[in-house]
């Protein structure tokens, strides 16, 4: 997680459930009273997530009996879940809610202290196991973090209390069990898969588990099979500017991350694509003109030797007072970088529904409805 931080033609011109539901301005009563449906005999459920200023997507989860409430980040960039607790004084956990575990009759305490570095800030605390509710989804003695001390100033100002990783048990806190694996474990879904809507409005976002829903999505899912099954890694051909290979050259690592806002990859080839887009320095920032969103050509990423076109529209974003323009490119901290790996944030997967399938260990991508 960083916060900072194909195309296919539909078969048939009809309007699927959800374009008609949104058109009514209903999708959000949708999602909330049909949050759990048979889909072709599959468990999958729906969980709404809202679009916070295009940073992040989060949405609520309970711990603890009775309930208490988090908004956390749904992040496939890491695999531990943790929330603030009550015994936290740092400035990020006082401005947010906080875990008191001797309110809940669920509780239980393994004793054991746990340390999360993230790429924009760090965590530490202790373990504890509980019941923790997503939507309809519950999981029993679900362990999850704590914490006592977070620094960060992602942590101080986000809308989020906590992050709720979605990466494989090789990711997470040694001797623990992510909470997908429970939900699967726990006959909670009936398919080992979970995938990611990211909506450019503030609402309409869902992660949904247990299966996948068409009507997300437009054309064919295409498949990516994982590199390495402990980041959600796949193997990128290229990325080209105007037919120009900027990015990638000789083929690279690429990890699809809904935990980071941005696209991160080494500094001299997102260097370099700002030199392609005229883009100009401004703090730590890359100032476009606003025209460019459209003018500018498709960036367009190469995976599988699928072209993913990502337009100006996407990769230019406007700042909240509408007056400048930035690139969402960003070069990544050095020690990333020497691995020459770029990291797929949610500036892509708005553009494309993904579907992460531990199953069979790939990654579905379609043109997002
Ligand atoms: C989370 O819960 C609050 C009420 O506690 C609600 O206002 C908000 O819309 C919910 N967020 C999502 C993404 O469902």
Known sequence: MALLGFVQIPLTKVKSVRESLREKGLLKNFLKEHPYKMIQNQKIACHPLRNYLDMAYVGNITIGTPPQQFSVVFDTGSADLWVPSVYCKSKACVTHRSFNPSHSSTFRLPGKNFELKYGSGKISGFLGYDTVWIGSLRTMNQVFGLSQLETGEAFEHGVFDGLLGLGFPSLALKGTTPIFDNLKKQGQISEPVFAFYLSTKEEGSAVIFGGVDRSFYKGELKWVPLTKPNYWQIALDRITWRGQIFGCPRGCQAIVDTGTTYLLGPHAEVDKIHSLMNAVPLQEEYLVHCNARDTYPDIIFTIN?????????????????????????????????????????????????????????????????
């Open 305 to 369: 030797n699928v072209d993913y076109p990502v337009p100006a529209h996407a990769y230019i974003r406007k700042d909240a007072n509408d007056i400048l323009c930035y690139s969402t490119f960003e070069a990544m901290a050095d020690t990333l970088t020497k691995s020459q790996t770029w990291i797929l944030g949610d500036v892509f997967l708005k553009v494309y529904f993904t579907v992460f399938d531990r199953g069979q260990n790939r990654i579905g991508l379609a043109r997002a409805a």
